[in-house]
């Protein structure tokens, strides 16, 4: 590699295309070398604190599954500092979550048809099993949080809280803590072969769909029986807590009465999996069970341990997706 800066470290323009190629070190290179500017944006923005380093940490995430849309390499420092920037605005707009498709639209470039969505841009980059492969090195708190922040609708920290059963600064703790892990991580796994996170996701969306059109056809305690633990415990929205027959049962009364479930998104990692489904009720009982449905397996060998489910407050629209992992 040519043209070094005086300490040896390449210029912008190197480690803009080599991060583009997949190289994490040069990723990491080029971030750390503007940490301290990007620092200064949220600091004057933000002002000394908590938030600012969060706005820090929340760009950085998003510059690492975005490098591929910077069209200049070497506008890196303003198009870094943008980022920051545009992550400070919207944490002063708006002091609960921000949902990342609404971020990652802040730096969409030379694009049409509206913001990217997040696993779009994840598939198309070669980071993506990179990042993954980052996700799997966190706890499984901070992973669930993670996971649920950046790649589903459940997206503010009041719904991730109750989801989760946790407290809301629990929510803002971890995650902060996610990012700060994930970035160290993100660094130690860059030399590392990676999970194929697109066929894992595959796999787990195929095991989705089957076992939703099983349930619909009063199968489903048959179709999860390959990949569920005996000992499976299901937690309801309402806290209640009750084995695979109940869901069964409950599963079975609905489609009875005409409701239908329709998968949407499903996000996987190898010890927690996500699936968001749209629930389509009848037209003569337009409100017989809520719009959506988030379903948290826990994974334990790769058998489902634990199943919490849980009703978003909004029902999440359009076509069908997959979020890698």
Known sequence: MTDLLPSGVPPDLHLVRAAQS????????????????????????????????????????????????????EAAGPWLRMVVRNVSRAQLRRKSAVPVAELEGFVAMDRSGGPPDPADVLDEQVLRDWIWSALEQLSPGLRLVTMLRYFTDVTSYEEIALLCGIAVGTVRSRLNQARAKLAAALLSLGDRVHDDAASLTARHRLLAEQTLIAAHHGELASAWAGWRSPRLEVTWPTGKRSDLDYLGFSFGRDVSEGVRQKLLNVVASREVVIWETAIVNPPEDPFHCPP?????????????????????RHRRGGPSKDHGG
């Open 22 to 73: 997949g190289d994490a070190a040069s990723l990491g290179l080029l971030l750390a070398r503007h940490r301290a500017p990007m620092y200064g944006v949220a600091l004057a923005m933000l002002g000394h604190g908590p938030d600012a380093e969060d706005a820090v940490q929340e760009a950085a995430l998003i510059a690492l599954r975005r490098i591929g849309d910077l069209r200049d390499p």
């Open 292 to 312: 959506g449905v988030v379903w948290v397996h826990f994974l334990d060998r790769d058998r489902d341990d634990r199943l919490r489910l849980y009703h978003p």
